[in-house]
């Protein structure tokens, strides 16, 4: 019974599928997969005619690097959050984030993100990354503390911030003080 069962999902599952041999093709002699009628984005080499320029390595020398996916920073501490609620006319309010993360050796320099990303949700939530750059020569083998602080502008009350470093969560403010 068992084997009834296993040859029947195998024949299913071989039904089921588009097969072909090695070196064959379609019946049109286009490989797989054939181009569909009226297709907006045919295949096309690049560049596809005069006056292109020709194609660059990625990403461009100088540019900065792609997201930071490991968090180099050992433990952090003293995370404190506030919204400046300064009056006067033309100021905005400002998120105030402070804190210390310590590095495993020193050289590595640390610093928040300029960007603030809001959750608009209600109450808000803001997120802050750490950006954490690894030394670019010898440094020392001990474990350093950096103190850091971030000033947003917002334009809506937050409820909670989130500091992130890479895809790590280093501390999760709530509530969020308000300073008059």
Same mark, same amino acid.
């Given at each position: 019974?068992?084997?009834?069962?296993?040859?029947?999902?195998?024949?299913?599952?071989?039904?089921?599928?588009?097969?072909?041999?090695?070196?064959?093709?379609?019946?049109? +002699?286009? =490989?797989? $997969?054939?181009? /569909? @009628?009226?297709?907006? &984005? !045919? *295949?096309? %080499?690049?560049?596809?005619? #005069? +006056?292109? =320029?020709? $194609?660059?390595? /990625? @990403?461009?020398?100088? &540019? !900065? *690097?792609? %997201?930071?996916?490991?968090? #180099?920073?050992?433990?952090?501490?003293?995370?404190?959050?506030?919204?400046?609620?300064?009056?006067? %006319?033309?100021?905005?309010?400002?998120?105030?984030?402070?804190?210390?993360?310590?590095?495993?050796?020193?050289?590595?320099?640390?610093?928040?993100?300029?960007?603030?990303?809001?959750?608009?949700?209600?109450?808000?939530?803001?997120?802050?990354?750490?950006?954490?750059?690894?030394?670019?020569?010898?440094?020392?083998?001990?474990?350093?503390?950096?103190?850091?602080?971030?000033?947003?502008?917002?334009?809506?009350?937050?409820?909670?911030?989130?500091?992130?470093?890479?895809?790590?969560?280093?501390?999760?403010?709530?509530?969020?003080?308000?300073?008059?």
């Amino acid at each position: 019974m068992k084997r009834m069962l296993l040859v029947s999902a195998a024949a299913l599952l071989f039904a089921g599928c588009d097969t072909m041999l090695p070196g064959q093709s379609y019946p049109s +002699g286009q =490989p797989y $997969p054939p181009a /569909y @009628p009226g297709d907006a &984005y !045919p *295949p096309a %080499p690049y560049p596809p005619g #005069p +006056g292109y =320029p020709a $194609p660059n390595p /990625y @990403p461009p020398a100088g &540019y !900065p *690097p792609g %997201p930071q996916l490991s968090c #180099p920073v050992t433990s952090s501490r003293d995370w404190t959050a506030r919204v400046d609620m300064t009056s006067g %006319p033309g100021v905005a309010p400002t998120l105030i984030v402070t804190g210390k993360v310590i590095t495993r050796t020193g050289g590595y320099q640390v610093t928040f993100d300029r960007t603030l990303q809001v959750r608009k949700t209600y109450p808000a939530q803001a997120f802050a990354t750490v950006i954490v750059y690894p030394p670019s020569g010898d440094a020392g083998q001990a474990p350093v503390t950096h103190d850091l602080r971030g000033e947003w502008p917002l334009r809506q009350p937050i409820r909670t911030v989130e500091i992130r470093c890479g895809n790590e969560t280093l501390a999760n403010i709530t509530p969020v003080a308000t300073a008059r």
